[in-house]
């Protein structure tokens, strides 16, 4: 079936630095990737979302591009600020896989220090 | 924000008792689901609804059972609670299922003793 692996936290970051959060997948077929966020205490809110390959999303100086030949969607910012904090879900819908659900990676702790 | 709320948002209940947690849409949206999130598991669905008495098996079903008698309603039913069951449950809505964003509901934290 279809699976998302995204890199594992805790990751720490002084304010302002740059961003990286590895997201792959395995898909068949031609799935929508998403980037959910989850802020202490609350639900998941979606962040941004790509659905075709070299589509790029974004959304709060947040980025990440659907690359179909690496089978990626990396989470970039360019610069955190401490209200960035949180965990960071990877996900797809509508491989062939998955049933047309939701698939989510385990998530991504972020914690950025002023 | 999506009109989603759970209740009841905390729950302490003891083994083998039963517990029902109630999602509420006020989205009109065909679609909505139970997860479970746990430490080091991320989200794992449960179960699904793709319309009034319409649902199906997630990847996690075993132990908990689901209504949905009107479009609003969800209900999730633990017919006997284990300590297993302790976790963080959210629900979710879509307008439809495959490639659609979904909007999740505050949570439910349920805590079996």
């Known amino acids: 079936g279809d699976s998302v692996t995204q890199m594992e936290g805790p990751v720490t970051l002084s304010e302002e630095a740059f961003l990286t959060i590895n997201c792959t997948y395995t898909?068949?077929?031609?799935?929508?990737l998403f980037w959910y966020v989850q802020y202490p205490g609350e639900g998941l809110q979606l962040l941004l979302k790509?659905?075709?390959?070299?589509d790029k999303g974004s959304n709060k100086g947040f980025e990440a591009t659907y690359r179909k030949e690496t089978t990626s969607f990396h989470l970039e910012k360019g610069s955190v600020q401490v209200s960035d904090s949180a965990v960071y879900f990877c996900?797809?819908?509508?491989?062939?896989?998955?049933?047309?659900?939701?698939?989510f990676g385990k998530g991504t702790k972020l914690s950025v220090k002023p | 924000d999506a009109g989603i709320t759970q209740s009841p948002r905390h729950k302490v209940t003891e083994t083998g008792t039963p517990v029902t947690l109630r999602c509420h849409q006020t989205?009109?949206?065909?679609?909505m689901y139970w997860y479970r999130q746990d430490p080091g598991h991320g989200l794992r669905l449960i179960h699904y609804?793709?319309?009034?008495?319409?649902?199906d098996k997630g990847e996690v079903s075993d132990g908990y059972s689901v209504s949905r008698s009107k479009t609003e309603d969800f209900l999730l039913t633990l017919e006997s609670a284990t300590s297993s069951q302790t976790s963080v449950y959210f629900c979710?809505?879509?307008?439809?299922?495959?490639?659609?964003?979904?909007?999740f509901g505050p949570g439910t934290r349920l805590t079996v003793t």
């Open positions: 979710a809505i879509s307008e439809t299922k495959a490639g659609y964003e979904q909007y």
């Open positions: 898909a068949t077929g031609y799935p929508s």
């Open positions: 790509a659905t075709k390959a070299d």
């Open positions: 996900a797809l819908s509508g491989g062939g896989g998955s049933q047309g659900n939701l698939i």
């Open positions: 989205e009109n949206h065909r679609y």
């Open positions: 609804s793709y319309g009034v008495k319409d649902t």
